[in-house]
């Protein structure tokens, strides 16, 4: 019998702003689909393309996130974790192991293999990358018409020197993560 493996990796670490965005996905061995790789390698065009092949061939995806507060809360790491868990947990299908992306692992009923750049080398990281990138992109151009001048459509949150400069003239909105250092500074 086929053992059942779910690639699980995160999106939105490193931003000033949102929800930070796992997904987890279970590929079909009898369907693969081509040209799965880590979502920053691959252009915005080509992941909204692959997006819906992973959703419509894999045996199993689900997304997971850990908002604003619970980041603040517990911080960015144990929010990615308690992120990843749920995206696994919301499988359909629970698989018989995990391979995660970077070098800690969530806490899941399975055994859990890490892989450091994992989402460039195991199909179902990178088909994880590109769905949990592709869900919180969108989800960022939809916060960008929210909370206008802070050009989040743009660059989806990332402590970019026009997110820094937007939060000192607008201020800090309820989506920015107040434990992060360019937002407690802008807060002063």
Not at 37 to 63: C, F, G, T, Y
């Amino acid at each position: 019998m086929t053992k059942l493996i779910a690639g699980v990796d995160e999106v939105g670490r490193g931003p000033l702003a949102g929800p930070v965005v796992t997904a987890a996905v279970i590929l079909d061995p009898n369907k693969p689909i081509e040209g799965l790789n880590d979502s920053k390698k691959l252009s915005e065009k080509r992941r909204e393309e692959l997006a819906p092949i992973i959703k419509q061939n894999a045996l199993a995806w689900s997304l997971g996130r850990a908002e604003v507060e619970e980041i603040d809360q517990i911080n960015i790491l144990q929010a990615t974790l308690l992120a990843m868990k749920r995206a696994v947990e919301g499988l359909d299908i629970q698989p018989d192991h995990a391979l995660v992306d970077g070098n800690k692992a969530p806490d899941l009923a399975c055994p859990v293999t890490t892989i450091i750049k994992g989402d460039q080398s195991e199909p179902a990281i990178a088909a994880a990358s590109i769905l949990a990138k592709v869900a919180r992109d969108n989800e960022m151009v939809e916060m960008d018409k929210k909370y206008p001048g802070y050009g989040l459509a743009q660059h989806k949150g990332y402590p970019t020197k026009q997110h820094q400069q937007a939060l000192l003239d607008l201020g800090v909105t309820d989506i920015h993560r107040k434990s992060f250092k360019p937002v407690k500074l802008a807060m002063r």
